[in-house]
């Protein structure tokens, strides 16, 4: 088994480095780097790269990084990780989405060598990490002020991708068409499987969703033969959904939550009512569709138009299953912090 070469470092077969690649100087001459915490094994296999942060505020999937770099052990490993806590490092200081100029680094792929800041960073992420990956688990969390259930989106035209999301073992799995400039479109262009892991709010820890996505992230290591060992947790069995939409309100006021998060709804259903703050008629919101709560603002005022709940749709059929696989899900990882191993 030979050394892993990533940019100007080796990192040797059963054994873990730190690499820091330079991305940018800030104002005062301060070089900033991309920080990527490497394990390699011991046995030939998949190069699987996990990312997160690419929203700066997103920073459940850091702590589902931090764990599983300190969790794999590469003597133990077939195949290389290369784990990327914090892609956006710019936002993640400023506990922002974007970058410092206001863009969204996850519409700069594949980015370019003489763009501005956002399309640099993309560029060294895309041709030293992403082009060296065979598999890509890519982790975000809801907007600020907007939680999501544990859920996993993948383009499902590609088959080794839906096999990791499945793996992965969350609730739903949406199939999401690639954005442009996303890193999703990115791998798309370039065949690499990947799977997005949506789960919680920006700037909060929910530990149900960290917990559930190292425990995601091992079994998709698993599934790869990376690791050894049964999947962990009672296996859910996933719903599948083709789409999904957002409920918005129809008037201004108060919100006052009747469904939350996880929630299966059935079309028709009242789910939140809108409350003049002085009193007066509340008006309802009714789900349009039957499925499953997969977002949810935590505003508790609203203006007419605006986005209240995220609902992933499927057969009404399929209700019973679902409300009972969120169940066994919210068993397997109350929402609560662990004591650290390390
Ligand atoms: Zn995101």
Redesign the pocket.
Known sequence: MRAFQLHESKVAPGSRESIYLPAARLYNDAPMDLHVEVLHGVKRGPIVLVCA???GD?LNGIEICRRVANQVDPTRLSGTLMIVPVVNMFGFIQQS?YLPDRRDL?RCFPGSERGALGSRLAYLFNTVLVQRATHIIDL????IHRSNLPQIRVNMDNEVACEMAEAFNCPVIMNVKDRDGSLRSLAAELNIPLILY?AGE?LRFDYTAIEAGVNGVTNVLKMLKMLKGRRTRKKVKPVWAQRSLWVRSDSDGLVIKLAELGQTVTRGQVIAQIAPPHGGHSSDVKASVTGIVIGASNIPVTNEGEALFHIACFDSNEAPLATEMVDTFVEAYPNQAVPLHD
Request: aromatic content about 0%; cysteine-free.
């Open positions: 942060a690419i929203h997103e989405r996850n975000h969390t809801g907007a949506e920006a």
